[in-house]
């Protein structure tokens, strides 16, 4: 069942196990991210890391992201890159020129980025990709508590949410592949009612990924809206449930990488038992 581990720093708790043998807080996350990927390659076929959060702690922490998409490029994983919100059609073309430059210091297979830009917010990243091997991916819908107030207001008899994927799907009409989907894809939650259902329906060639399965109102079931008849067509995002799994298992936290393991188990069962993969 395809899963993507996530990584945002500062959004999760560390060990203090970890935290005790670290100078700092980024050094303790880079091993506490690295024995991980470690211990969960070949579970979780995807990883994505949030390009702001590392670009928080500073050069420091643009360094350890470099450090960390490379080993995770090394042990297997599709990694996803989350590029910076751009605020201007200059920004975009500008992140899309660096992040797709053969010298770029971050090695990833996918980027992650908005579309509430509206398409000069895409369009730079989409030229990029007829000359490149790696895929885009687009936000329309987040699962966080506020996003209904924005992304599903009615406009024109569509959602907010629903006319941006209308938009983003037109564009990557102009890029599906030999196995049928286009390498635009989108980002949804799982959480939003039929919108999942809506999307797999309208869009049949776009890949998804759920974001995401940390919140309490995503279920397994829910999830399942959006595989095809076939359970292929999306993957499934999921961070502090198994980064934080040894929080949950109410232990010192030294078996960290262990009780990530196990989430995965648990997750991955819930996935197929929801998901029919043909």
């Not at 509430?116 to 987040?142: A, I, M």
């Amino acid at each position: 069942m395809p899963l993507v581990l996530d990584f945002v720093p500062g959004g999760e708790k560390l060990p203090q196990c970890v935290l005790e043998y670290s100078k700092s807080y980024l050094e303790g996350y880079f091993h506490f991210a690295l024995e991980l990927l470690e211990r969960l390659k070949g579970m979780v076929p995807g990883v994505r890391f949030s390009f702001s959060g590392f670009a928080m702690e500073g050069p420091e922490g643009l360094l350890a992201l470099s450090r960390l998409t490379e080993r995770a490029k090394r042990l297997g994983y599709c990694v996803l890159l989350t590029a910076p919100e751009a605020m201007s059609a200059r920004e975009a073309a500008y992140f899309a020129d660096t992040f797709f430059a053969p010298q770029c210091p971050w090695a990833f297979d996918i980027l992650v980025t908005g579309a509430y830009l509206g398409t000069d917010g895409v369009r730079p990243y989409v030229e990029k990709l007829k000359d490149s091997n790696r895929d885009l991916l687009v936000v329309v819908r987040t699962g966080n508590k506020s996003a209904p107030e924005l992304q599903d207001l009615l406009t024109g008899g569509r959602l907010v949410h629903m006319a941006a994927a209308d938009k983003i799907n037109r564009i990557a009409q102009e890029l599906v592949g030999r196995w049928g989907y286009s390498r635009i894809g989108l980002v949804a939650a799982p959480g939003a009612g039929e919108s999942l259902r809506i999307l797999r329906s309208k869009y049949p060639q776009m890949f998804f990924l759920l974001d995401s399965y940390d919140y309490n109102n995503v279920s397994a079931k829910k999830c399942a809206a959006a595989f095809d008849k076939y359970g292929h067509g999306a993957a499934v995002l999921a961070g502090t449930r198994i980064t934080e799994a040894w929080i949950a298992a109410q232990t010192d936290g030294y078996d960290y990488a262990e009780q990530a393991a196990l989430a995965v188990e648990r997750i991955q069962r819930n996935l197929t038992g929801s998901v029919t993969i043909l």
